[in-house]
């Protein structure tokens, strides 16, 4: 599995990204997915997930009411609009799998800055 990240950049506090998460051998239905960021000198969390339906999602407490997630599974793809930007969401942002194995590979990530 392949997962192939993209969409993030440099902006302003109080700017959007949309996010987008496309992979090649995996097919993301009938598996929940889910958006994790890393930030400098800090591990890898959970942003935010959708079930395999699309019906339910959940959101880290930070980022409620901020960040959207949501999959078009005819599209292979996932999508994480984030609006009002903060300094700390600066990370670089991956997704995969919810919840991932050892097995699961990453892929190369989309780094978000957020920077006046």
């Known amino acids: 599995v392949q997962f192939v990240e993209s969409g993030g950049g440099l902006v302003q506090p109080g700017w959007s990204l949309r996010l987008s998460c496309s992979a090649s051998r995996f097919a993301f239905t009938g598996y929940p997915m889910g958006w994790y960021r890393q930030a400098p000198g800090k591990g890898r969390e959970l942003v935010a997930y959708?079930?395999?339906?699309?019906?339910?999602?959940y959101y880290v407490d930070s980022v409620k009411g901020r960040f959207t997630i949501a999959r078009n599974d005819a599209k292979n793809t996932v999508y994480l609009q984030m609006n009002n930007l903060k300094p700390e969401d600066t990370a670089l942002y991956y997704c995969n799998k919810y919840p991932f194995t050892s097995y699961d590979h990453w892929g190369q990530g989309t780094q978000v800055t957020v920077s006046s």
């Open positions: 959708v079930s395999f339906d699309g019906n339910d999602t």
